[in-house]
């Protein structure tokens, strides 16, 4: 007998798609220009999209990283914007020339690839949008270069305008000519941060002061000193106690803590500025591939969540690949744009021979992150929100208490009834965030997590005695940016085969007689047919 | 196969799965003083019990009536909040998708539950979110929806409250049999020695239940949801219609999921799924649904892999041998029905028989005579062995 598939699955639906590309790249930073010069040299057709510029209303919610309404009001000019973006891309015009199909302004809000659990797609496609379009993109290979994005640090006054990541604000300023704040205290001194300050420097801003909850400094003593030289201050062992201000901050007053992140004796520091930029991690922008069902692994070396990846840059999924900062962020990679390049080279690439010589990642990430949380979210008390989107406090978190809008009474001193349980009681001294996610909602809201993320996992990490690593951040689900319904459903237009056999459950109408009119034997050549009928 | 040290002493019940099934039967028996630990390879709801539309308006099954009796009563049972809201609409298109749709209307007048048929206008002014499409739509006074999530944690939480146990991250990886019974649960953990076992593993019950040489025809399938960012309430969220099912939740968000699954291989159980571009075409039918929602943005979408038998109806039944086993899977349709399954695959286990339901339509006999290529028949899978 034939085989006829189910009419109400989707075998045998095609995915339509809008175009199509050798090779699609994702993100135009130097990995991201350097893989789709490599494919075009190799004589592919590649188009490379870049999200930039960004739209005010986007970038007012903290997406795709935390802008923290540093921004002027030039970035409501858009071509101006793409202007200044297309200015900032030193490699766009070799890309153009070589043949590269760029596009600015698109934004990629999902990768899907064939696996055990999905097996209507042929290869691997993309999702597309810019303001005002959606749709599908096939490739034989898809390589993202994502780059980085800011992790958050709750303290008091976070949520004030000009609190920001400071890849934002160097985003701003060097991309856009669009960062508000002019007087700057950075949070963090790792390499990546102080580079970034750097730029933020050379670019005009005053950087008054770099903080570091630990005791020295742990970026290179020539980047503090190039810094100090235009008067930037480094203090030590200090930690954010408060941001002050109205809706916009006009200081910080950082407080003296000791190791444990415990405060300690001295005089608080109260510096008045009016940007505070957070620079205490760089994460690497692995969004894309996780939703795409990319393996990914904890990699301390490469900045903490990143792709598993072969030595051409691939991930466990066929097709798509990984380049530049989402692949992994260590110091001497920030330091040398070539190490990137080199990544979207590989990445790009299908010449034999081509994986070349790798640089060991000298990265470091865990204790550090932990130690700004120590000293500045765990103890916080019951009003700081870590979770800005879903309101939701340290405390919270910790004690997994249903979120408010339930209504639960909140008692101070006793748990009430359906408040009793602790992370403890969740997975031993295991506490997932997914879990922790799905019972406090920290993590669920609009800005999808990312400025919460990182620091959950530390939290949990703190609350069960685990290093950072033991912790998994909270899953990441596509689309990767908020897409309104009315702009999805422009992806893909339902046929009316689809029409007609699109059903609300599994199309079975067996499962659906009831009790007392189904027969006593069941077999599927007697089975009633594929009529239409409406499940629950 | 060498034992470890066993994770726990032993229990009088082992139950296999830690979604809605097992916690709740886990429940209700660690209630009434049993002994019981429930194990799961992931976490607690990881599988559909946390992937679904939160309903809790099965009017077809024959534990409907103990459906209703229970949910409102839930959240004090419990100790916890399941965020459980009675009453369900559906909404209609078209003339074709009310006609459909009254099929549950019937049902539920058939036992007892009354049902109101909206106009245009009335449905309009129930649901303001729907808009100028709707042809008509049902209002259910029975039903309702709650948070799969906070439920399936409040069963292991409540369970735990009563002396059970929960195995997170346990797998099971055989079974020790002595005299046609199972005598003991092998996991990778270790051996739990017992006097009974539930199996409620979801889409693993086949392979798991092959072990013992029991036969429980299925076929994993992939669904999936969509979540936007929270609206303001509607007097009632659960709302359907359009060839969707979900809900508004209590934060706000609209929860949809519905259109066409994919049929899977077994290797697919094990991973985690991920979501597909249907998502845009669910998009497209929610928009629909909630015209005056159009606006509003995905923040999420996800997928999950669930079972189905052959007739997409529940199994919950003590096969003759191994004489200990009760096999139960809710064949899809699982969440809403979970407090009064628990309760039945209690009274299974410790009498002998559900006194409150009929569950005869539920045994593994009516599967004597199904095809060996019973899955190739039915489009399911190409391969003609099933």
Known sequence: MSFRPDPKSIAGTNLPVAERAEVLVIGGGPAGMAAAMQAASEGRSVILVDENPIGLETMAENLPLHFGSGMTGAVRNRNAMLEAVAGAMPALEDCLAAGVDVRLGTACWGIYAPGPDIGWLAGPVAGLMDGARSWMIGAERIVVAAGQRDMGLAFPGWEKDGVMGILAAERLAVFYGALQPRRLVVLGTGTETLQSALALQAAGATILAVVEVGQAPLGAPAMLTALAAKGTRLISGHAPKQAEGGAAVEALVLRPVDDDGHGQGGADIRIACDGVLLGVGQVPVVELLDAAGCRMVFDPARGGIVPELDARQGTSKPGIYAAGNCAGIWPAKTLDTAIARGEGQRAASALPGAAGEHSPPDGQVGEDRLAWVRATVLDAGDSLHVCQCEEVTAREILELRPPRYLGVDQLADGLPQSNRRDLRSLLGDHPHPDQVKRLTRAGMGPCQGRRCREQVAALLALASDLPYGAIRPASHRAPVRPMPLRLAALTNVETDAMARHWDTWFGMPAQYVPFWSVPARYTAATRSGDTEGASE | ?386
Request: aromatic share 8%.
């Open chain 2, 1 to 386: 196969m060498t034992e470890m040290d066993a994770p726990v002493s032993g229990a009088d019940v082992v139950v296999i799965g830690a979604g809605a099934t097992g916690l709740s039967t886990g429940w209700w028996l660690a209630q009434s003083g049993v002994n019981v630990v429930v194990i799961d390879s992931g976490l607690v709801g990881w599988g559909a019990s946390g992937r679904n539309g939160g309903g809790c308006s099965h009017h077809f099954s024959p534990l409907f009536v103990e459906e209703q009796r229970l949910w409102p009563q839930m959240d004090e049972l419990l100790g916890y909040p399941t965020e459980f809201c009675p009453k369900r609409v559906r909404l209609a298109f078209d003339e074709r998708q009310l006609e459909l749709y009254g099929a549950a209307v019937r049902n539920a007048a058939h036992q007892g539950f009354s049902s109101t048929l909206l106009d245009a206008k009335q449905a309009q002014e129930l649901v303001p979110l729907a808009g100028d499409g709707v042809v008509g739509g049902y209002f259910y006074d029975f039903g309702g929806h709650a948070n799969p999530h906070r439920t399936v944690q409040a069963y292991a939480w409540a369970m735990q409250d009563h002396g059970g146990r929960v195995l997170q991250e346990t797998k099971v990886t055989g079974f020790r049999q002595q005299g046609g019974r199972i005598a003991a649960v092998i996991t990778d953990h270790g051996a739990i020695d017992c006097d009974q076992v539930v199996l409620a593993a979801g889409p693993s019950t086949q392979r798991l239940a092959a072990m013992v040489g029991v036969s429980v025809p299925m076929v994993p399938a992939r669904a999936e949801m969509l979540v936007t960012e929270p609206l303001p309430l509607m007097p009632i969220g659960g709302v359907d219609g359009n060839g969707l099912y979900g809900r508004q939740t209590l934060r706000g968000n609209l929860a949809y999921g519905g259109g066409p699954h994919e049929w899977l291989e077994d290797e697919a159980v094990s991973t985690t799924p991920s979501s597909t571009p249907l998502m845009s075409y669910m998009a497209g039918r929610l928009a629909q649904l909630f015209p005056r929602a159009a606006h509003a943005r995905i923040i999420r979408s996800w997928a999950g892999v669930i079972e189905n038998t052959p007739d997409g109806r529940p199994v919950i039944d003590r096969p003759a041998e191994p004489g200990n086993l009760t096999v139960a899977t809710l064949s899809s349709i699982g969440f809403g029905l979970s407090p009064a399954t628990g309760r039945a695959i209690a009274q299974i286990v410790t009498e002998g028989r559900c006194d409150f339901a009929d569950l005869s339509s539920f045994s593994l006999a009516r599967f004597a005579d199904l095809e060996p290529d019973w899955a190739h028949i039915q489009g399911w899978r190409e391969a003609a062995q099933a």
